[in-house]
């Protein structure tokens, strides 16, 4: 069985501080994807980033970034300066390769203060 | 560009009456993906589409009942409504073979609230 595990539930954090969000994961297929999505109290859910199980390069998308590494089966991901607009649940989450089915961690309340 | 359209986008029924929720994949999508947000809760898979035949199945309740027409358009219906069914309803599409490959893409959801 598929497993996400985000176990911060909540964050808080001054605004322009750095925070970083883990995420861990179990599969039992060798090749996956991983994603970020981002919840803002508006409840839509707003993609951020995949990656693929092959692919470790670790990616920057301006005041984001990602770390994923294989070995500890971790995904995790940075908000450099973070902003009051950052401030949302976050979701981590694995799919299959031919099967988009995704299953989600249990999410990371991220408060930004101003 | 075009994105998945959910419809009503907020919906208040009383319990033990039926709900039905709409999507509308992104073009050329032809795979429906439904989910069930509770509150405080993640997103739970509870039923996919594949060329209009079902394609997988999650914790969706013998209540719940779905299909996805010629259009590709999908229903979800929902039967003898109870309180615990109050929740965000997400739908998602993707291709499996396009260049996106992996990822779904969300409406914005449709809330039920079961009085």
């Known amino acids: 069985a598929q497993k996400v595990t985000q176990a911060q539930t909540e964050i808080s954090v001054v605004e322009k501080e750095d925070v970083t969000l883990d995420c861990v994961y179990e599969t039992r297929d060798t090749t996956y994807y991983l994603f970020w999505y981002k919840q803002p109290p508006s409840g839509e859910l707003v993609f951020l980033i995949r990656?693929?199980?092959?692919?470790?390069q670790n990616e920057i998308s301006g005041r984001y970034s990602w770390n994923f590494q294989k070995s500890t089966s971790s995904f995790n991901f940075t908000i450099t300066a973070s902003q009051v607009v950052d401030s949302a649940v976050y979701f981590c989450?694995?799919?299959?390769?031919?099967?988009?089915?995704?299953?989600f961690g249990t999410g990371t309340r991220l408060t930004i203060i101003p | 560009a075009a994105g998945v359209i959910q419809s009503p986008r907020h919906l208040i029924k009383e319990k033990r009456e039926t709900a039905t929720l709409k999507c509308y994949p992104i073009?050329?999508?032809?795979?429906v993906y439904w989910y069930q947000q509770g509150p405080g809760q993640d997103p739970q898979f509870l039923i996919s589409?594949?060329?209009?035949?079902?394609?997988d199945k999650g914790s969706i309740p013998d209540r719940f009942s779905a299909q996805q027409f010629s259009d590709y358009h999908s229903e979800l219906n929902m039967s003898s409504l109870e309180l615990g069914d109050s929740a965000l309803y997400f739908c998602a599409s993707s291709h499996p073979s396009g260049p996106n490959t992996g990822e779904l893409f969300f409406g914005e959801g449709s809330r039920l609230t079961v009085l």
């Open positions: 073009p050329r999508h032809d795979t």
């Open positions: 990656r693929n199980s092959f692919d470790e």
């Open positions: 989450a694995l799919g299959n390769f031919g099967n988009e089915k995704l299953t």
């Open positions: 589409f594949y060329e209009k035949m079902q394609s």
